[in-house]
Every structure is written in C-alpha cells, then in structure tokens.
T-cell receptor, first 116, second 114 residues
C-alpha cells in the first residue's frame, strides 16, 4: 500500500514568487492536513481538508492557501514568498473514523522549500 | 487550547538500553488522542504509537510503549532495547477527537551510541 506522496521534494524560489506543493494521500484516506516545520517555530498546523472542504485552518496569513480535489489529492499554495517561508512542508492523511477512535495520521516525506 | 511540553531537548542512550522520553500535555477536552512520531534526518514523520484518552491500557507497539498517566497529564514514550537506527527527533502530539489538527511538542533528539 503506497504511503503519502509529496511533490516536489526540494525546491528553491526567490522572494515574491509563488509556489504550489502537491500531496497524494494514502488510498482511501479522505482527510489531508498540512503542517509547516521551521527551526524557530517548530511544527505548526496550516489547514485540513476533508471531502474537498477546508474544515480547519491554522494561524497563517492569507498568502497560504490550499485545496483538495475529488480524488482526495491536495495542493497548497504560497503566494508572494518571503524568506521566512523557508521550511519543510509536511502533508498528512488519515482515514477519518466517524464513530469511535480518532485514527492515526500518516505523513509524507515533506517538501523542503528554500526562499532566497 | 491544547499544549504539549517536551522538556528534554536531547537524550543519550547506549545501544540495547531502554530510554524514556517525557511528554506532558494540557487540555480541557475530555476526549483526545496522543501520538508519538519519529523524524529521522530525511524529514519524514514516522508514526510510532497512539493512545486514546479513554483507553484504559497503555498502548504498546513492538519496542515502543506509551506510559499514559491521565491524572498527571503525561504520555511518556518508552523505547526498550534501543538500536542505532532509533537516533532521530521524537515528537509528542495531541489531537482532540473529531479534529484532524495535531498540536506538537518541540521534540527530543535521541542519540543512540554503540
């Protein structure tokens, strides 16, 4: 069973550019969430999508956006990049249990973004 | 609001020894889940173990066990018989039931020496 796939794994951008990161969840998982990891702020929740709807959003500026497609694949976009956006962006998928238990979240290997 | 505290920035252990990584949490929710993840230098977050707040028994997964003390709001990870491949960052995280948002601690870097 394939795991969570994130592309691209590494990318370099310059300030002011925009970037799109992709995440393919584990087959059958309908929930996809995104996290930003930096040395200074640690791991922070960006947003979560379930059945193409954003259900939860972290405390990030509007430059950070995302979407989810009907096949559960998700993309996140960061516009007008700033130096501080350099980070590892991690995507997690889970099979949401409607009754009982919370279900584990499985992460991809991440997309490492460097903003110059 | 939920908060996870990991007070050990780094831990050192010799191969084959057991090690306990500390985690305390703060929440007003009655129902929540507690997780431990391992992050090697490659960056991937590897799921290790899960404990639900209503689970009466401590969770175990192979060499990993979670020492869950609800009254103390602690969820320590115990790794038995450490291996060199266990060297990595370890994160404790919490998620309220019904939400897919994880709140992470700052992590503990574990170094296993031969």
């Amino acid at each position: 069973k394939a795991g969570v796939t994130q592309t691209p794994r590494y990318l370099i951008k310059t300030r002011g550019q925009q970037v799109t990161l992709s995440c393919s969840p584990i087959s059958g998982h309908r929930s996809v969430s995104w996290y930003q990891q930096t040395p200074g702020q640690g791991l922070q929740f960006l947003f979560e999508y379930f059945s193409e709807t954003q259900r939860n959003k972290g405390n990030f500026p509007g430059r950070f956006s995302g979407r989810q497609f009907s096949n559960s694949r998700s993309e996140m976009n960061v516009s007008t990049l700033e130096l501080g956006d350099s980070a590892l962006y991690l995507c997690a998928s889970s099979f949401v249990k409607l009754a009982g238990g919370t279900g584990e979240l499985f992460f991809g290997e991440g997309s490492r973004l460097t903003v110059l | 609001a939920q908060k996870i505290t990991q007070t050990q920035p780094g831990m050192f252990v010799q191969e084959k020894e057991a090690v306990t990584l500390d985690c305390t949490y703060d929440t007003s929710d009655q129902s929540y889940g507690l997780f431990w993840y391992k992050q090697p230098s490659s960056g991937e977050m590897i799921f290790l173990i899960y404990q639900g707040s209503y689970d009466e028994q401590n969770a175990t997964e192979g060499r990993y066990s979670l020492n869950f003390q609800k009254a103390r709001k602690s969820a320590n990870l115990v790794i038995s018989a450490s291996q060199l491949g266990d060297s990595a960052m370890y994160f404790c995280a919490m998620r309220p039931t019904g939400f897919q948002k994880l709140v992470f601690g700052t992590g503990t870097r574990l170094l296993v020496s031969p």
